[in-house]
């Protein structure tokens, strides 16, 4: 269920649907929590809403998830 939530996200980043993008990775998040790549993606969603202090909470467990994700470092 949190894959299909996170396509459900990565579709309406995709159709720059931020908010509704932000809740599904939030959701998905809800059901799997130690996946690094949903709060890589529910950051990327942050900061495309200049919400950066809140993208930068969500990168910075994406990282301490798997310090090896390069995406988690970069906006």
């Known amino acids: 269920m949190a894959n299909v939530l996170k396509d459900q996200g990565n579709k309406a980043f995709q159709a720059k649907d931020y908010d509704n993008a932000i809740d599904l990775f ?12 949903l709060w890589s993606n529910r950051s990327a969603a942050k900061a495309a809403k200049k919400q950066y202090a809140e993208a930068l909470e969500d990168a910075e467990k994406c990282v301490s998830l798997n310090p090896t994700w390069s995406k988690g470092l970069l906006p």
Do not use: F, Y
Request: net charge negative; glycine share 0%.
């Open 26 to 37: 939030s959701k998905a998040i809800d059901l799997d929590p130690q996946n690094h790549v």
